[in-house]
């Protein structure tokens, strides 16, 4: 059974820190690994979507990597900014047997101004 | 918006009413899914459709009752909740087939707040 984790729970930054969020994932048979965003009370918004075939995807000043063999996966954040601020979720998407998303319990940034 | 639309945004409703959720896509996507996001908690997969099919029931109670009329369109049918079943309501869609494509993923709607009361 595949089982997501992200550290930290909560962060808390000042503007312009660069940061990173950690995904671990326990089975490393996935297809893809996917971070979304989360805003109080809203749906989940696609940042970036990695397949397991590479290394890593650049959009703007966010960069996912993906470690498959080690189980991990980091979404860094370039000079953050308050809007930011929001919960980050990391899904793995397996690839055993049927298709099954498995999410993490999310990372709840804070970047103050 | 994503391309998943759900409605209504809020929906208040007391223990005996009866009340649907709906998800709709126009992205071309083949399966849809319904997740539930406590307070404080994971997000919950609900219910699974692919091709208008249900695949998938995460041993949810019957006092949630999913409907699939076709690929764009999914319900959640709800009646005799309870206050616990408070949460917000996500729908997403996906294409299956196409896991290895590089633009293959998950696509959200906005989400249904529930409260029950």
């Known amino acids: 059974k595949q089982e997501v984790t992200q550290i930290p729970a909560a962060l808390s930054v000042p503007e312009g820190e660069n940061l990173v969020l950690n995904c671990s994932f326990t089975?490393?048979?996935?297809?893809?690994l996917q971070w979304f965003r989360q805003d109080p009370g809203k749906g989940l918004t696609s940042l970036l979507l990695i397949q397991s075939s590479q290394r890593e995807q650049t959009s703007g000043r966010l960069n996912a990597s993906l470690d498959k063999s080690s189980g991990r996966s980091t979404l860094y954040i370039a000079a953050s900014q308050p809007g930011d601020s929001a919960t980050y979720l990391c899904?793995?998407?397996?690839?055993?047997?049927?298709?099954?998303?498995?999410f993490g319990t999310g990372t709840k940034l804070q970047v103050i101004p | 918006e994503t391309g998943v639309t759900q409605t209504p945004r809020h929906l208040v409703m007391g223990m005996t009413n009866k009340k649907s959720l709906k998800c709709e896509q126009h992205l071309g996507h083949n399966a849809m899914y319904w997740y539930k996001q406590s307070a404080k908690k994971p997000l919950e997969l609900m219910f699974v459709y692919n091709f208008k099919e249900q695949t998938e029931n995460n041993s949810v109670p019957s006092r949630f009752s999913p409907e699939c009329p076709n690929s764009s369109h999914l319900f959640l049918h709800l009646h005799t909740l309870q206050p616990e079943d408070s949460a917000l309501y996500l729908c997403?869609?996906?294409?299956?087939?196409?896991?290895?494509?590089?633009?293959?993923?998950?696509?959200f709607g906005s989400g249904t707040r529930l409260t029950v009361v």
């Open positions: 089975d490393s048979a996935i297809y893809n």
């Open positions: 899904a793995v998407l397996s690839s055993g047997g049927y298709q099954k998303v498995t």
């Open positions: 997403a869609s996906s294409a299956l087939g196409a896991e290895l494509s590089p633009n293959y993923g998950y696509t």
